[in-house]
Nanobody
Framework: QVQLVESGGGLVQPGGSLRLSCLASGFTFSIYVMSWYRQAPGKERELVARITTTGGTTNYADSVKGRFTISRDNAKNTVYLQMNSLKPEDTAVYLC???????????WGQGTQVTVSS
């Protein structure tokens, strides 16, 4: 069955770094656009970063540009989110999303909690 399993979240101090991973299985990873979203308590889910099927193009929310980097390894069926210079406002559940390049299917992971606090 389809699975997206996020890992790498945790508690970090402001200014620190974390690297999130999302391991995919049950579908052809290389033909899916991969994204990271986040949802903080009481707020709407927002797109953080997106990467195309080959990794050739990436997009970021303005709030994370220059601090976060999305990447993927199609041989390992994994997408990553490197998060540097973390701020308290980055605190949220981070969710992995897979969207077929033609938009015919879409999958979500369960999420991993990131808490930025001193």
């Amino acid at each position: 069955q389809v699975q997206l399993v996020e890992s790498g979240g945790g508690l970090v101090q402001p200014g620190g770094s974390l690297r999130l991973s999302c391991l995919a299985s049950g579908f052809t990873f290389s033909i899916y656009v991969m994204s990271w979203y986040r949802q903080a308590p009481g707020k709407e889910r927002e797109l953080v970063a997106r990467i195309t099927t080959t990794g050739g193009t990436t997009n970021y929310a303005d709030s994370v540009k220059g601090r976060f980097t999305i990447s993927r390894d199609n041989a390992k069926n994994t997408v990553y989110l490197q998060m540097n210079s973390l701020k308290p406002e980055d605190t949220a559940v981070y969710l992995c999303n897979a969207n077929h390049f033609r938009g015919i299917s879409n999958y979500w992971g369960q999420g991993t909690q990131v808490t930025v606090s001193s």
